[in-house]
């Protein structure tokens, strides 16, 4: 009997799903991470200013303030107490991520994230190696760090380098240091380390997955049992640590990612030529049982 061969990733999910199908979740992420891109340059660009301000703190309509809850932290520990807008901005926020999962930020709305896509891609294609890896608490350290700083300096520590804020000033206020921090990522993620800034560095993504720890939206490899093991939800996950706990759960273990890390980008749902991911709730712990049995979570 002769092995079967194993396809480049993506293809097995396209051959059976079609490209659309195989792309759907990563699709929609590039619509949405240029519409919130869109929406603060609407403003600087076209004096449509439908939406004042920046991913730091906004207001839209003129009514709804939106306040990056990091960049308030680090506020207050530099000393700063904010305002009672601000303040309800940043409560505002934080109940969005809470709920969908603080790591949505990364994968639908931070622009850098397609930066680090198209350097995993690049990465891939040319076969290089891994590289430096560091811890994936690494990133945790850094927001130590930075609320640290801005303790000590009195400042928004973050803000000088974060290179969202400085992606946001080089589209309205022309090129310049911005883009040379945005080449800096694709570079660092390209030869460096592998997926690395997002990964394993930036703060925002740390401080995100821990305000989204409990968050009801989750991916669950409910489909689990159809699993035909060609590893192609590993390559394309950004996080895959986060998989096996769910994907090799047995029984009525649970089939939902829980971890803080996963940012709900959906690219194991489309490249998954076998559909075992699906979205859910994290109350939502039924398995698909194989043909002829009772699902796990009945038969408990
Ligand atoms: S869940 Fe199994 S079949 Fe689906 S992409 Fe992952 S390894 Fe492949
Ligand atoms: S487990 Fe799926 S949804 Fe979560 S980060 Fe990985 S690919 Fe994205």
Redo the contacts with the bound molecule.
């Keep these: 009997m002769s092995a079967k061969t194993k396809l480049p990733t993506g293809q097995e ?1 396209i051959a059976a799903k079609g490209w659309l199908g195989a792309h759907r979740f990563l699709i929609l992420r590039r619509i949405s991470q240029l519409f919130f891109l869109g929406l603060f340059l609407l403003g600087p660009w076209l004096s449509l200013w439908w939406v004042a301000g920046n991913l730091a703190g906004s207001r839209t309509l003129d009514v709804l303030p939106l306040t990056d809850p990091l960049v308030l932290l680090q506020g207050i520990v530099a000393g700063h107490w904010p305002e009672m807008t601000a303040l309800i901005g940043a409560v505002i926020v934080l109940a969005v991520y809470a709920l969908i999962g603080g790591r949505v930020y990364c994968s639908w709305v931070c622009p850098i994230n397609p930066v680090t896509d198209a350097a995993y891609w690049l990465h891939d294609r040319l076969g290089l190696p891994k590289g430096w890896q560091p811890k994936r608490a690494t990133r945790y350290w850094v927001l130590g760090m930075v609320l640290a700083v801005s303790a000590l300096t009195g400042t928004i520590a973050w803000e000088v380098v974060n290179p969202v804020t400085l992606v946001h000033r080089g589209l309205v206020f022309g090129v310049g240091f911005a883009w040379a921090v945005v080449i800096a990522v694709f570079v660092f993620d390209l030869v460096v380390a592998r997926r690395g800034w997002c990964g394993h560095i930036c703060p925002v993504g740390a401080f995100y997955g821990l305000v989204g720890a409990k968050s009801l939206l989750r991916v669950s ?1 409910r489909n ?1 049992q ?9 390559a394309v996950c950004p996080e895959n640590q986060v ?1 096996s706990p769910a ?1 090799r759960g047995k029984g009525d273990e649970t089939p939902l990612i829980l971890s803080p890390d996963c940012t709900n980008c959906g690219r ?1 749902i489309d ?4 559909d ?2 699906a979205f859910t709730n994290r109350f939502d712990t039924r398995v698909t049982a194989p043909a002829g049995q009772p699902n796990a979570s009945e038969a408990a």
């Design positions: 999910a490899a689990r159809a699993c035909d093991d060609c590893m192609d939800c590993y998989i994907l194991c490249v998954c030529s076998v075992v991911f």
